[in-house]
C-alpha cells in the first residue's frame, strides 16, 4: 500500500518525509521481523524500548520509521521516512487496520472477555457457529484458527498489527466470522482498537493482573471497553449486543450503564439464559438450557460448575445472533475437549490426575471446590504464582488450595525474574493461614517435575493429583532460561514410569 494512502501525513507533528508515493511492503513492530520495505513501529515497552531497534530495522531494510521519542529530533538516516507519533501502539492499531483493509467490517466479530473462562467460552462459541455451517476463524489464548490453519500464539490477545493481519487471513479463506479472546492486557494496550465488534460477553469479574492494573477500578473499566467497541460500532451489518453474567455482581454494574440490548445468563433462573436440573459428574455435565427462544438438554464433555457457566456464556451469545436452540446444543456437546483445561492424564493408574489452568485464587476455588465434592480419597494439589505478577494475589491462592486439597505441594510457575523460592514462600502464608481452620499437609518443591512425583508417590487409589496454573503451557520461564515444561506431558512419563518399575 502507498505510504500517502496510510497516514494522513498532515496530521503528524515531526516528519521526514522521502517519498508519499512509497510502496509500503509489509508492517512490524518487532525488528526482527523487518524485511525491506517494510514499515517498522518502534514501541516503548516494559522489557525493553523498540527505538533502541531502530537501526536493527532499518539494516534490514525498513524504508519507514514510525516512533515516539521527541529525544530523535533529528533521524540520522535521511534516506528513510520518519514519522514521529504521540503514540506508537494507538497509531499502529489505525495503520494495522488500513493496511489490511479494516478486515473486521467485512465480517461479524465476537469478542469475549472476563477474569476466567474466555477461552473455554470461545471454543464453546466457535464449535456452535461452525455446526450452524459457517466457517467460524478463532483467535484465543492456547491456539489461533483460520481455517485448516493452527497457530500458537505468544499473548492472548495479540498486538493490533497481528490481529488485523489475522483477520484478513480468515477473509482471504472466506471465513466470516471470527471469535476473538480479549484479555484486559489487550483492551488497555490498544490491541484491539480499530477492531468493529459486533456482539461482546463479560464471562465474569474478579481482581486480577493488578501488578498492570494497579487497581480493580482499572481493569474494570479496561474490560468496559470491549462492550464500548460494540456501542461504538458503526457497521451495523449485524444486529449489536451485550452478554454479562447475570449471577456475578461486577458484571451486573454494566447492565445499568449499557446502552445496547444487554441480556445475562447464569444459574439463577431470573437470567435470560439459565441452566436448571444440572447433574454433574467428575467427567462430564448433564443439563437443560433455558432460553426466551425455547430449552434444550445438553451433555457436556467438560465437568464443573464452571463449564456450565462457560457453556451457558456461549449459549446467549449464540442465540441472541439467531443460532436455534438445537445448533446450539449439537455444537456444546462437540466440544470435548479445551487445551489444557480439564485434561485427564491416564496410564492406567488407580488415582486421577488432572491437569488445568487454574492459575488465580478463583479459578481455583471453582475447580477444586468441585473437586473435592465428587472424590472421596485425597486431593492433592500441585501449584505455583506466577513471577513478576500480583504478589498480593499469592496468599490468597495458597489460602484457597489449601481450603479444598488434604496436601498442598507449592511449586514453581515461571519465576520470571524472580526468586522461585520468595514466590512460593509467600504463597505457603495463604496455606498456613487456611492450616489454622483445616488440616492440610504442605510442602514447597520448587522443581516441578520433583513436585509433580512427590504428588504421585504420595497418592493412593480413589485420590485426585490436580497440577494447577500451567494447563497448555510448554515451557518454564525463569530469569536466565527457558527450559521445556508440560504438566501432561511430564505427568504421563512420569506414571508410565511407575507402571514399568
Ligand atoms: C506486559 C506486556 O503486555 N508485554 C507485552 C509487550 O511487551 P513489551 O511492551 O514489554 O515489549 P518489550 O519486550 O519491552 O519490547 C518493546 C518493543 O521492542 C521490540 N523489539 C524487541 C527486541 C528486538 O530485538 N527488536 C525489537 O524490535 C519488541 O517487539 C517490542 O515491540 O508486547 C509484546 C509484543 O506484543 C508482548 O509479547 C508482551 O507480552 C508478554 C509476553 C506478556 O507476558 N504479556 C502478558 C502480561 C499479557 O499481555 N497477558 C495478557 C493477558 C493474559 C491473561 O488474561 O491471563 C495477554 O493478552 O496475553
Ligand atoms: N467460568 C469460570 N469461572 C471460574 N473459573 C473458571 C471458569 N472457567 C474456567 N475457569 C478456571 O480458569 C481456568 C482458565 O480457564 P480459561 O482458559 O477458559 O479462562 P481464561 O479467562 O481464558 O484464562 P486466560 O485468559 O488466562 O487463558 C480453567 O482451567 C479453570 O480452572
Not at 76 to 91: A, F, L, Y
Not at 224 to 236: G, P
Not at 307 to 319: D, G, K, W
Request: hydrophobic fraction near 40%.
Amino acid at each position: 500500500m502507498i505510504l500517502k494512502k496510510l497516514f494522513n501525513l498532515n496530521e503528524y507533528g515531526y516528519k521526514n518525509i522521502v517519498d508519499d508515493q512509497l510502496k509500503i511492503s509489509g508492517l512490524a513492530f518487532d525488528s526482527r521481523l523487518v524485511r525491506p520495505g517494510y514499515l517498522f513501529f518502534a514501541i516503548p515497552g516494559i522489557n525493553t524500548d523498540g527505538h533502541l531497534y531502530i537501526e536493527d530495522a532499518i539494516k534490514r531494510g525498513a524504508a519507514v520509521i514510525v516512533y515516539s521519542d521527541p529525544e530523535i529530533s533529528f533521524p540520522p538516516h535521511r534516506e528513510q521516512t520518519w514519522i514521529r507519533v504521540v503514540d506508537v501502539r494507538k497509531t499502529m492499531a489505525q495503520i494495522s487496520a488500513q493496511f489490511y483493509d479494516h478486515p473486521s467490517r467485512e465480517m461479524r466479530l465476537f469478542g469475549v472477555t472476563g477474569t476466567n473462562g474466555k477461552t473455554s467460552t470461545c471454543f464453546f462459541l466457535r464449535n456452535i457457529l461452525e455446526d450452524d455451517g459457517h466457517a467460524c476463524g478463532l483467535m484465543t489464548t492456547p491456539k489461533n484458527i483460520i481455517g485448516p490453519d493452527v497457530y500458537e500464539a505468544i499473548n492472548t490477545t495479540e498486538e493490533s498489527l497481528q490481529i488485523q493481519a489475522c483477520l484478513k487471513s480468515m477473509l482471504n479463506k472466506g471465513i466470516r466470522q471470527a471469535v476473538l479472546e480479549v484479555s484486559s492486557h489487550g483492551l488497555a494496550l490498544g490491541r484491539v482498537d480499530g477492531l468493529f465488534f459486533d456482539a461482546a460477553v463479560i464471562t465474569n469479574l474478579v481482581a486480577e493482573h493488578l501488578e498492570f492494573h494497579k487497581s480493580f477500578e482499572h481493569y474494570f473499566s479496561s474490560k468496559k471497553k470491549l462492550i464500548e467497541m460494540v456501542e461504538q460500532n458503526t457497521k451495523k451489518s449485524y444486529p449489536r449486543f451485550v452478554i454479562v453474567n447475570g449471577d456475578d455482581e461486577n458484571c451486573r454494574k454494566i447492565i445499568t450503564e449499557s446502552h445496547l440490548p444487554t441480556f445475562t445468563f447464569g444459574l439463577r433462573p431470573e437470567n435470560d439464559v439459565f441452566a436448571e436440573d444440572i447433574e454433574y459428574f467428575v467427567d462430564r455435565t448433564e443439563m437443560k438450557i433455558k432460553t426466551p427462544k425455547g430449552n434444550e438438554s445438553v451433555q457436556l464433555s467438560l465437568p464443573g460448575q464452571h463449564a456450565v457457566y462457560n457453556a451457558l456464556a456461549a449459549t446467549a451469545m449464540a442465540i441472541f445472533s439467531g443460532i436455534e436452540g438445537e445448533k446450539v446444543a449439537q455444537g456444546l456437546e462437540h466440544t470435548h475437549r479445551v487445551p489444557g483445561r480439564w485434561e485427564v492424564v491416564n496410564a492406567g493408574q488407580d488415582f486421577m490426575v488432572i491437569v488445568d489452568f487454574a492459575h488465580n485464587w478463583h479459578g481455583l476455588d471453582s475447580t477444586l471446590s468441585f473437586i473435592k465434592k465428587m472424590v472421596r480419597g485425597k486431593v492433592i494439589t500441585v501449584f505455583g504464582c506466577g513471577g513478576e505478577r500480583d504478589r498480593n494475589k499469592r496468599p490468597m491462592m495458597g489460602e484457597t488450595v489449601a481450603r479444598w486439597s488434604d496436601i498442598c505441594i507449592i511449586t514453581s510457575d515461571n519465576p520470571r525474574h524472580e526468586d522461585p523460592r520468595q514466590t512460593a514462600e509467600d504463597a505457603m502464608q495463604g496455606v498456613s493461614k487456611c492450616k489454622k481452620e483445616v488440616p492440610v499437609e504442605s510442602c514447597i518443591i520448587l522443581d516441578r517435575r520433583e513436585a509433580i512425583s512427590q504428588a504421585f508417590s504420595l497418592a493412593q487409589a480413589g485420590d485426585v493429583v490436580f497440577l494447577a496454573g500451567k494447563g497448555p503451557e510448554r515451557y518454564q520461564v525463569y530469569h536466565d532460561r527457558i527450559i521445556c515444561h508440560n504438566d501432561y506431558d511430564v505427568a504421563l512419563e512420569l506414571l508410565k514410569e511407575r507402571n514399568s518399575s
